[in-house]
């Protein structure tokens, strides 16, 4: 890395480099047989450079010898002098930069190689065991993924930055059959290692996890089809997770601010209304977390962000080449997805954090739909009789962030009641800001540990978030739930 800079200095470029180094395994048990084991390593070095006029070349490679390392550099720099010929854009904020140098703890309780991978395979299949006797007949697939990405990023004044992503996730993949017809559910539980597998109140909550969604794949079999309307709604954490990031957070980020929703003359619409009074919206690194990431591809701290602050616009997710162009602040939002790939303005762990939640008295994924209803009606949050449905689940959709529209996917819905509905998945959809300003009330703690991975520019990061345990929207002619 050294290397690389003084070979941008005598270039006549100011540099960043990124020296990335990936861990990464995966197993996948498929209804009792393992049916694959991947184990890769790689590393490589990005070197991104800047004239002294701020147009920009980059270069990367996975071949870290000293004269691969010196006709990276030199091809950068040829490349930012060609753009500068070419008069491409230019953008001079690396040379105000704040300087930094930090080497980050990893946030991890056991080190990556804790398991060897013959240990590692019998306590995936106990999982999936688990499930296959507790459900007899539901075919089961149980994918466990670990990887641990190690980044040193140094900068061209002597910034650097060291710090590790540990991430882990099992993921159990359910199906029920019956009469020709077949429904599938799946779930989740993230962490940063292999106590996932081996602490006690770790398994046991990614057990009960799993029952309720092997419950829910058998009832759905019989599930008729939700009438489409517009409704009163509950929806969980996970699809508040979606709402947030896809509908709302990359309106925020500052390189589309230009034909965002929230922009307005190309500047983010600080001090615009977009959500309901009790609403805030927060964006940020957490310890631990699935999309955790301490400091920015570009060597700059992560900051946590209060986009929304009850209801209000008051902050964006800037980049240190984009934010100034936006009107907002550096945030440190630049990652990429490797060594390979220029960072971009991106959200970590977004979550709608609501003023005054109601309490849950037991774990979000134990309450039931009845019991759920009779919450509501204790706090007056709904009328005897009057229609409500719960969405619960996020399986992906589509977002227009130019003019403000989603569609969703759930895993079901449920006609609240004494007697609770279940209905086949249908749509959620509608306004962004229709959306945020229906939201009534918050149910439950805040969950962030809604998992993804968010596409951008040909780039694939984890991302994470969430809200309270449920969220409570009231009925809007912009939002939809369809069914026939």
């Given at each position: 890395?050294?290397?690389?800079?003084?070979?941008?200095?005598?270039?006549?470029?100011?540099?960043?480099?990124?020296?990335?180094?990936?861990?990464?395994?995966?197993?996948?048990?498929?209804?009792?047989?393992?049916?694959?084991?991947?184990?890769?390593?790689?590393?490589?070095?990005?070197?991104?450079?800047?004239?002294?006029?701020?147009?920009?070349?980059?270069?990367?490679?996975?071949?870290?010898?000293?004269?691969?390392?010196?006709?990276?550099?030199?091809?950068?720099?040829?490349?930012?002098?060609?753009?500068?010929?070419?008069?491409?854009?230019?953008?001079?904020?690396?040379?105000?930069?704040?300087?930094?140098?930090?080497?980050?703890?990893?946030?991890?309780?056991?080190?990556?190689?804790?398991?060897?991978?013959?240990?590692?395979?019998?306590?995936?299949?106990?999982?999936?065991?688990?499930?296959?006797?507790?459900?007899?007949?539901?075919?089961?697939?149980?994918?466990?993924?670990?990887?641990?990405?190690?980044?040193?990023?140094?900068?061209?004044?002597?910034?650097?930055?060291?710090?590790?992503?540990?991430?882990?996730?099992?993921?159990?993949?359910?199906?029920?059959?019956?009469?020709?017809?077949?429904?599938?559910?799946?779930?989740?539980?993230?962490?940063?290692?292999?106590?996932?597998?081996?602490?006690?109140?770790?398994?046991?909550?990614?057990?009960?996890?799993?029952?309720?969604?092997?419950?829910?794949?058998?009832?759905?079999?019989?599930?008729?089809?939700?009438?489409?309307?517009?409704?009163?709604?509950?929806?969980?954490?996970?699809?508040?997770?979606?709402?947030?990031?896809?509908?709302?957070?990359?309106?925020?980020?500052?390189?589309?601010?230009?034909?965002?929703?929230?922009?307005?003359?190309?500047?983010?619409?600080?001090?615009?209304?977009?959500?309901h009074p009790k609403v805030s919206i927060v964006d940020g690194p957490i310890p631990g977390d699935?999309?955790?990431?301490?400091?920015?591809?570009?060597?700059?701290?992560?900051?946590?962000?209060?986009?929304?602050?009850?209801?209000?616009?008051?902050?964006?997710?800037?980049?240190?080449?984009?934010?100034?162009?936006?009107?907002?602040?550096?945030?440190?939002?630049?990652?990429?997805?490797?060594?390979?790939?220029?960072?971009?303005?991106?959200?970590?762990?977004?979550?709608?954090?609501?003023?005054?939640?109601?309490?849950?008295?037991?774990?979000?994924?134990?309450?039931?739909?009845?019991?759920?209803?009779?919450?509501?009606?204790?706090?007056?949050?709904?009328?005897?009789?009057?229609?409500?449905?719960?969405?619960a689940g996020y399986k992906g959709g589509q977002v227009n962030t130019q003019h403000g529209d989603?569609?969703?996917?759930?895993?079901?819905?449920?006609?609240?009641?004494?007697?609770?509905?279940?209905?086949?998945?249908?749509?959620?959809?509608?306004?962004?800001?229709?959306?945020?300003?229906?939201?009534?009330?918050?149910?439950?703690?805040?969950?962030?540990?809604?998992?993804?991975?968010?596409?951008?520019?040909?780039?694939?990061?984890?991302?994470?978030?969430?809200?309270?345990?449920?969220?409570?929207?009231?009925?809007?002619?912009?939002?939809?739930?369809?069914?026939?």
């Amino acid at each position: 890395m050294q290397l690389a800079l003084t070979e941008a200095a005598r270039h006549g470029v100011q540099g960043i480099i990124r020296y990335q180094a990936v861990q990464e395994f995966s197993i996948i048990i498929n209804n009792g047989k393992v049916e694959r084991i991947v184990n890769e390593e790689s590393e490589g070095l990005g070197i991104q450079v800047f004239t002294f006029a701020g147009y920009c070349g980059f270069a990367s490679g996975d071949c870290l010898t000293e004269a691969s390392v010196k006709t990276m550099a030199a091809k950068a720099a040829k490349l930012a002098n060609l753009n500068e010929g070419f008069g491409g854009e230019q953008n001079k904020a690396l040379f105000q930069a704040p300087q930094l140098t930090v080497s980050v703890p990893s946030p991890r309780k056991y080190p990556f190689d804790h398991f060897t991978m013959q240990e590692l395979v019998p306590l995936i299949n106990n999982e999936n065991q688990y499930i296959m006797q507790a459900f007899p007949g539901l075919s089961v697939q149980t994918v466990y993924r670990q990887l641990e990405e190690k980044w040193r990023i140094a900068r061209s004044g002597g910034s650097e930055a060291v710090f590790s992503m540990p991430r882990a996730v099992i993921v159990q993949t359910l199906t029920a059959r019956e009469e020709g017809r077949s429904v599938t559910t799946r779930s989740a539980l993230g962490g940063t290692d292999a106590g996932l597998l081996i602490d006690t109140a770790r398994v046991e909550e990614g057990r009960a996890r799993t029952r309720a969604m092997a419950e829910l794949a058998k009832n759905l079999l019989t599930a008729p089809k939700v009438k489409s309307g517009h409704y009163k709604l509950l929806i969980d954490y996970a699809l508040a997770k979606g709402l947030a990031h896809e509908a709302f957070g990359h309106a925020v980020e500052s390189d589309g601010v230009r034909t965002s929703i929230l922009g307005e003359k190309g500047k983010l619409a600080i001090g615009k209304t977009v959500a309901h009074p009790k609403v805030s919206i927060v964006d940020g690194p957490i310890p631990g977390d699935w999309a955790y990431q301490p400091v920015s591809a570009n060597g700059i701290p992560r900051d946590t962000v209060r986009i929304v602050d009850k209801g209000k616009l008051v902050a964006g997710l800037g980049d240190l080449f984009s934010a100034e162009g936006a009107g907002i602040a550096i945030s440190g939002a630049g990652r990429a997805e490797s060594y390979a790939h220029i960072p971009l303005p991106r959200m970590t762990n977004i979550r709608i954090e609501v003023e005054d939640p109601i309490t849950l008295e037991k774990p979000w994924y134990q309450v039931t739909p009845a019991e759920l209803y009779s919450l509501l009606l204790e706090q007056g949050l709904v009328d005897p009789g009057e229609e409500i449905y719960y969405l619960a689940g996020y399986k992906g959709g589509q977002v227009n962030t130019q003019h403000g529209d989603f569609v969703f996917n759930c895993s079901a819905i449920y006609k609240l009641g004494a007697e609770p509905v279940l209905y086949q998945p249908g749509i959620f959809a509608g306004k962004t800001l229709s959306a945020l300003k229906s939201i009534q009330a918050g149910i439950g703690p805040m969950l962030t540990d809604a998992q993804g991975t968010c596409g951008k520019w040909g780039q694939g990061v984890p991302s994470s978030g969430g809200s309270h345990a449920f969220l409570l929207l009231n009925s809007d002619p912009e939002i939809t739930i369809g069914g026939e």
